[in-house]
Nanobody, 120 residues
Framework: VQLQASGGGLVQAGGSLRLSCAVS??????MGWFRQAPGQEREIVAG????????YYADSVRGRFTISRDNAKNTVYLQMDDLKPEDTAIYYC????????????????WGRGTLVTVSS
């Protein structure tokens, strides 16, 4: 399984970005996004079950970020709205057996990160 994240960039506070994660190989996984800011531990941002019926959001992004997936395209998205400087981080796409194991950071696969920078 390979995960390829894209869509990061520089945006002003209040702006929006959409991250994409293309999945190749076996795709029947829960998928999610994590982020790591300089000097901080990696944290979960959002996750979605394989069928898309269940989602999880960190408190810090709930109401601003939306995770979705298109299994026909083997792609997972993270729509980020109302971005704040504290959202600045490297964002990683991950795959896990279930959404529950993803929330516990028990991921099976990781993609390379994509940098999101939010200026004030």
């Amino acid at each position: 399984v390979q995960l390829q994240a894209s869509g990061g960039g520089l945006v002003q506070a209040g702006g929006s970005l959409r991250l994409s994660c293309a999945v190749s190989g076996r795709t029947r996984y829960a998928m999610g996004w994590f982020r790591q800011a300089p000097g901080q531990e990696r944290e979960i941002v959002a996750g979605i079950s394989w069928g898309g019926g269940s989602t999880y959001y960190a408190d810090s992004v709930r109401g601003r970020f939306t995770i979705s997936r298109d299994n026909a395209k083997n792609t997972v998205y993270l729509q980020m709205d109302d971005l704040k400087p504290e959202d600045t981080a490297i964002y990683y796409c991950a795959a896990a057996t279930t959404l529950g194991t993803m929330i516990k950071h028990q991921n099976d696969y990781w993609g390379r990160g994509t940098l999101v920078t939010v200026s004030s």
